[in-house]
Structures are given as C-alpha cells and as structure tokens.
C-alpha cells in the first residue's frame, strides 16, 4: 500500500482524534516541554509583547497557549491545516480565550496565509515540513515571502540527514526519518538553497528540538 504524504492528510483523521479528545497528541504530545522550547526560541529572536506572531502549523496551541498571553491582545495569529483543532485549542488550553479572537485562527493547507495581515513580525513553523516534502517547503517558502514583508524572523524546524538520498536515518532522539516519506529528512544544502532561492537569509541554529528536529532562521533577504 501506498504511504499517505502526509499522517495529517489521512481522511477523518481530524474528526476521528478530536472526538477521542485528542487534542494533544494530534501534535505529537510532549506538551509543555513543546511549547516551552518555541517560546524561548522566539524570546532569543527578540520577540516582544507589542509584537505580531503567526503560528503557522500552529495545530491546537501547544505554543499559542504561551505566547497568547505573553503578546499584547490580538497580536497572536495562526493557520493549521484544521481550524477544528486551533479552535478546540482555544477553547480548552487557553486562559483567557478571550486575548485570541477566533478570526485570528485561519485554516489554510496552502501556506498561501488568507487573510493573515502582512504586519507580522515574527512567524514560526515548527514541527510542520517534518511531515511535508521538500517541494512543499520549497513552495512554502516561496509563499510566504512577500505576504509578510515586515517580518524580522521566520523559524521553522526540520529533519536533516547528511546524505538524504541513502535512506532512512535514526536521528539524535530516536526517530527514524526517511527520504521519500513522513517524517520526511533533508540535506542542510537543499533546505539552504530553498531558503536562498525564495528570497530567504537563512542559518541552522546550534538549539536542541525535541527529536532532534534543527532550528533554521530566516530573514528577508533584501
Ligand atoms: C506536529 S504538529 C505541530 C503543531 C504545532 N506547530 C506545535 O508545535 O504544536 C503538525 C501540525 O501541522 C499541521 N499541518 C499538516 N500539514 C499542514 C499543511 N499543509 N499546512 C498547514 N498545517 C499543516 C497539522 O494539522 C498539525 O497541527
């Protein structure tokens, strides 16, 4: 049988997990620790109160459930593949639901970000093209880079593999990652040539993540 692209792409899967309550581990659990990495990482960038985050992937808000009441009201925005999860997120590990308005909170496969405003400052995408091709970053990037022209950062983890093409690899935390199907790994080479092909200044980060995921920075190239 054929591997699905994407676990996330597999049909009913978000209706199925919701129902369970599921919430959590539909983001692949590791809750706290999670979303405790992402928000140091942001604070590291230089993310303030008064400034704008998307979360894209942002899943049900493992890390929105910090850093909404970290920002100002309203400066939290976030897209996912299923709003049914960002909303079950707000509803359930959120404080105080009412700092996050539920337009704030947009479903979107594409990376094409309908309706984001282009006044973000920050914008993260962890735990995402771990599960996506490298063509689909390669589009993402591409996407997101003139929709956001005021952004400072673009964080996003991903798998590496020094030599992708030899097949599946053990990476530092145990998760074995494959070239040719979830969780997908890439050459360093490859995610930098995206990076700079799409309008992108880009470094992988010396960070632990979580199974052994690396941390690439982006900024807008000029
Ligand atoms: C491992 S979870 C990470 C969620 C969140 N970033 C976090 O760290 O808690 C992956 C998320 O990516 C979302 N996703 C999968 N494919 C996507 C796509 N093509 N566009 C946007 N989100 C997608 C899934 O719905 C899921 O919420």
Request: include cysteine; hydrophobic fraction near 40%.
């Amino acid at each position: 049988m054929a591997h699905p692209v994407s676990p996330y792409l597999v049909p009913g899967f978000y209706d199925s997990a919701l129902a369970k309550g599921r919430h959590r581990d539909i983001v692949g659990g590791r809750w706290d620790e999670t979303g405790r990495i992402q928000m140091q990482i942001l604070r590291d960038a230089g993310m303030q109160p008064d400034h704008r985050l998307l979360d894209i992937g942002a899943g049900s808000l493992r890390l929105g459930c910090k850093a909404v009441p970290f920002l100002n009201p309203g400066h939290y925005w976030a897209t996912d593949a299923s709003r049914a999860l960002m909303l079950r997120g707000r509803a359930v590990e959120l404080a105080q639901p009412d700092r996050l308005p539920e337009h704030h909170l947009i479903e979107d496969s594409t990376f094409a970000l309908p309706g984001v405003p282009p006044t973000m400052d920050f914008a993260i995408v962890f735990g995402v093209f771990t599960h996506l091709p490298l063509t689909t970053l390669k589009a993402a990037l591409i996407q997101i880079r003139p929709r956001l022209p005021q952004l400072r950062r673009l964080l996003f983890s991903v798998f590496l593999s020094p030599d992708p093409a030899a097949g599946s690899r053990r990476q530092a935390d145990g998760v074995v990652t494959h070239p040719d199907r979830p969780p997908y790994h890439f050459s360093q080479f490859d995610v930098m040539q995206a990076c700079t092909g799409s309008g992108w200044h880009a470094t992988a980060e010396p960070v632990m993540l979580p199974r052994g995921q690396v941390l690439i920075a982006a900024t807008p190239a000029p």
